[in-house]
Nanobody, 124 residues
Framework: VQLQASGGGLVQAGGSLRLSCAASGQSFSRYVMGWFRQAPAKEREFVAAVSKGGGSTLYADSVKGRFTISRDNAKKSVSLQMNSLKPEDTAVYYC??????????????????WGQGTQVTVSS
C-alpha cells in the first residue's frame, strides 16, 4: 500500500487542522492505520491509531481530547482532526499502515508502510 499525507500548514495556537492520508492499492481495510509525528532533534512518536474497521482508537496522552482519528475504508483514507493546537504539536506528521498485527499499537516498528509526511507548525 502507498500512502500520501496532506493537510499540514501553519496555524496559531488554539487553532485547528485536519490531516488526511490517501492510500492506493488493494485491501485498505486490512490495515491498522496510525499517525506519528517527529519534531526536530526528537524521535518519532505515536499520535493516534485506528482499528481496521474503525471501531477502536488509541491516542497518545499528549493529544487525547484534542485530536480525533477516523477512517473511511470505502475512500481508502484516514484523517486526523487536530483541535486546540499547541506549539509543542509542531512536527512532521506521518501516516502509517500496519498489516501484520490484529490490534492497534503505538510502536512504530509495527507499521510496515509510511507516507511522506506533512509539516504542521503551530505558532504561539
Amino acid at each position: 500500500v502507498q500512502l500520501q499525507a496532506s493537510g499540514g500548514g501553519l496555524v496559531q495556537a488554539g487553532g485547528s487542522l485536519r490531516l488526511s492520508c490517501a492510500a492506493s492499492g488493494q485491501s485498505f481495510s486490512r490495515y491498522v492505520m496510525g499517525w506519528f509525528r517527529q519534531a526536530p532533534a526528537k524521535e518519532r512518536e505515536f499520535v493516534a491509531a485506528v482499528s481496521k474497521g474503525g471501531g477502536s482508537t488509541l491516542y497518545a496522552d499528549s493529544v487525547k481530547g484534542r485530536f480525533t482519528i477516523s477512517r473511511d475504508n470505502a475512500k481508502k483514507s484516514v484523517s486526523l482532526q487536530m483541535n486546540s493546537l499547541k506549539p509543542e504539536d509542531t512536527a512532521v506528521y506521518y501516516c502509517a499502515a500496519d498489516g501484520r498485527y490484529s490490534g492497534i499499537g503505538s510502536n512504530p516498528n509495527e507499521y510496515d508502510y509510511w507516507g511522506q509526511g506533512t509539516q504542521v507548525t503551530v505558532s504561539s
